[in-house]
């Protein structure tokens, strides 16, 4: 995720001085200056040294060790921003003297789709969290919600991809199951998903009545559509958000926040 986000800022601002830190890789991007940990234990220090943004980007678990770690390093000014899922502003701002910013972004940020979700720790100001919001939108479309609404966004757009590849998984199957070879099964759905959101993308009508377009009475396609209805895909679906949404505030407590 933390690359994903770089390889945005790169892009957009080829001359901003950007550091990097891993455990034990390299970065290795152009413009990008980069330690790693494991080869200098001060990397996470020299990072932050002077910096205005730090994006801390390593997992759930790790996130506190290192913001002690840099904490009397940062300059005061700094903005902190996370990434990690379950990592409360109030447990950063416990640990950091500094504005602190929660976001939850999704992996289509790898390719600047990505949904992002952005909110304020008790420090931040309106400027800290333009400037958050200016970070992801260089890889796709951010909203700004309050920090108790961060689980339930992560429920729909940070897993949500898995929710896609998973009906074409399905898809795929059945695909196979009509006779289709496994690589036309493949083409067949993943061109269809792909050509349906970039049709969604250029319509000025919503999926509902994208769909209700493709949709003849008495047609092939209607007759799918009710056998999926019969399955109460609508109970299904807010069942599996249920499900997403109790994991995440479990996952926050086992963190222990
Ligand atoms: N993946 C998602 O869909 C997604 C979505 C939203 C939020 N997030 C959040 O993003 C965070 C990272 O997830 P990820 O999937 O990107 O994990 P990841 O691929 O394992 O990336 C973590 C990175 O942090 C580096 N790292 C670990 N400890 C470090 C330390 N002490 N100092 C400096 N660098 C360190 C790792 O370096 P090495 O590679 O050398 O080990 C690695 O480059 C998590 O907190 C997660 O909750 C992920």
Redesign the pocket.
């Known amino acids: 995720?933390?690359g994903a986000i770089l390889d945005g800022l790169r892009a957009a601002a080829p001359a901003a001085s950007v550091r990097a830190?891993?455990?034990?890789?390299t970065a290795n991007r152009p413009g990008v200056e980069s330690r790693?940990?494991e080869s200098d234990p001060g990397?996470?220090r020299w990072a932050v040294e002077g910096a205005s943004l730090v994006i801390v980007?390593?997992?759930?678990g790790?996130v506190i060790a290192?913001l002690d770690d840099i904490a009397d390093a940062l300059d005061p000014d700094a903005l902190v921003v996370s990434?990690?899922?379950g990592i409360t502003t109030a447990t950063m701002e416990s640990v950091v003297p500094n504005p602190v910013v929660r976001s939850?972004?999704?992996?289509p940020a790898l390719v600047g789709k990505g949904v992002t979700g952005v909110s304020a720790g008790s420090r931040a100001t309106a400027a800290h969290m333009a400037r958050a919001r200016a970070v992801f939108e260089l890889v796709g479309w951010v909203l700004e919600l309050p920090e108790d609404r961060i689980n339930a966004l992560s429920t729909i757009s940070?897993s949500g991809p898995a929710y896609v590849f998973h009906a074409m998984e399905q898809w795929t199957t059945a695909a196979r199951e009509l006779g289709f070879s496994d690589e036309h099964a493949r083409h067949l759905v993943e061109k269809t998903f792909a050509g349906a959101t970039a049709l969604l993308d250029v319509s000025d009508v919503g999926p509902a009545e994208l769909r209700r377009r493709v949709t003849s009475p008495n047609g092939t396609t209607e007759r799918a559509i009710a056998v999926l209805d019969d399955a109460h895909l609508a109970e299904i679906y807010r069942a599996a958000a249920e499900a997403a949404l109790a994991r995440a505030e479990e996952m926050a407590r086992e963190l222990g926040h």
């Open positions: 995720m933390g830190t891993t455990r034990t890789s790693s940990t990397a996470n980007g390593v997992k759930p790790g290192l990434v990690a899922a939850m972004p999704n992996t940070g």
